[in-house]
């Protein structure tokens, strides 16, 4: 594809509701991420895999919160029993870099997000 | 802990005029830092980063390790400059990025 795309561009949800945004990193790349960003505010961290194993899942905020990448390219975001707090932005980015080494290379590639508003 | 600031949430400048975005980090380690862009209507993409000492697009930006800082500088803005910047700052081996919560420039004719 030609970028990282996620689905749906938008979402309302009823509170107390489960959702599930989905995530495609651009093809080949190993490290893919999830970020939460509230109104006038910057990307804030939630979780972080390198192909399918989750290295890093400190940013999620509860335990409402859950992400997988099973085979190691689509991943999804799920949040269950939804909260008005949980309304924002939810980013993915993907990199080519598998990581810890630094390369010149490294940078993310976002997508266009998923707007979620809980009612 | 790794944190990101950027004090102004909006900066206004007029055409051809010189513009520097503030941004100041905390960590203890050895940083990566980099320029983010979002334009209107578009994704989030990487402008520039400290590492590879490159002029994007007319900017520039230097690491300051004694002022833990990251500005980023270009002489003479342009129109098409109007968007929403953010400093990112990634550990040193490590894959979390942490932003800062972003300038918002517009650039007047």
């Known amino acids: 594809g030609a970028g990282v795309s996620q689905s749906p561009r938008y979402k309302v949800a009823k509170r107390g509701q489960d959702v599930a945004l989905r995530c495609d990193p651009i093809?080949?790349?190993?490290?893919l991420f999830w970020y939460q960003q509230a109104l006038g505010q910057g990307p804030e961290f939630l979780t972080y895999?390198?192909?399918?194993?989750?290295?890093?899942k400190s940013g999620l905020p509860s335990d409402r919160f859950f992400a997988e990448r099973p085979e190691g390219s689509v991943s999804t975001l799920k949040i269950q029993r939804t909260q008005q707090e949980d309304s924002a932005v939810y980013l993915c980015?993907?990199?080519?870099?598998?990581?810890?080494?630094?390369?010149?290379?490294?940078?993310?590639?976002f997508g266009s997000g998923t707007q979620l508003s809980v009612l | 802990a790794q944190r990101v600031t950027q004090p102004e949430k909006l900066l206004s400048v007029f055409k051809g005029a010189p513009v520097e975005l503030k941004c100041n980090y905390s960590?203890?380690?050895?940083?990566?830092l980099f320029w983010y862009v979002q334009y209107s209507r578009q994704r989030l993409q990487l402008l520039l980063r400290?590492?590879s000492r490159e002029s994007i697009k007319g900017f520039t930006a230097d690491l300051n390790k004694g002022e833990t800082s990251f500005h980023l500088k270009k002489p003479f803005a342009q129109e098409e400059d109007s968007a929403m910047y953010y400093c990112?700052?990634?550990?040193?081996?490590?894959?979390?990025?942490?932003f800062g919560p972003g300038t918002r420039l517009s650039v007047l004719p």
């Open positions: 980015a993907s990199s080519l870099s598998r990581g810890p080494i630094r390369t010149t290379n490294e940078k993310l590639f």
């Open positions: 093809s080949g790349h190993v490290s």
């Open positions: 895999f390198q192909n399918e194993a989750q290295l890093d």
């Open positions: 960590y203890s380690g050895s940083p990566e």
């Open positions: 400290h590492i």
């Open positions: 990112a700052l990634r550990r040193n081996y490590g894959q979390n990025f942490v």
